[in-house]
C-alpha cells in the first residue's frame, strides 16, 4: 500500500495499534471473521480483512481494547478496501457510526495518551542521538 502524502482529512488522530477484532456483515448473523487493527483513531479504524468489502456495506465489529475489560461492539461503516495479498489480505478502512458518547471519550483519552507517550520517546531519542554526536 502506498503511502498517502496528502492533507489530512480525518476529524481525529490516530495511532498505530494491534487490537484483536470480530467483524461480520451487519445482515449476515453469525458469520464472524477473526483480524486485527492495524491503526484506531476515535472515529474510525484501519482492519485487516480477509475480503474486499464495497463502500458502504456496514459491518458489526467487537473489539476489545486494553482500557477496557469488557468487549465493546460497534457498529462501522466501509469507506475502503485494498488488496494486500492477493485474494488473501485486505486493508479495510471503516468509520465508526454512533458511537456511545462515553467510549467516545474514553478512546479520546487513550489515543491522546499513547500520542504524548510517542512523542517523549521521539524527543528522548533525539537527545539521545545529539549526545551521541
Known sequence: ME???GSEKRKHPRI?????VNY???QVPNNYDLSQTKDVGQGGSLLTTNRKFEKGTILA??????YTVEKVELTAEV???EEVARNLVYNTRVKFLD?????FQELGKFIQDRLKTIAADKQ???R???NEN
Do not use: C, H, M
Open 3 to 5: 503511502k498517502y502524502n
Open 16 to 20: 498505530g495499534a494491534n487490537f484483536i
Open 24 to 26: 461480520r456483515v451487519k
Open 61 to 66: 465489529v467487537t473489539v476489545r481494547f486494553p
Open 79 to 81: 469507506v475502503g478496501s
Open 99 to 103: 458511537l456511545d458518547k462515553e467510549f
Open 124 to 126: 528522548r531519542k533525539a
Open 128 to 130: 539521545l542521538n545529539l
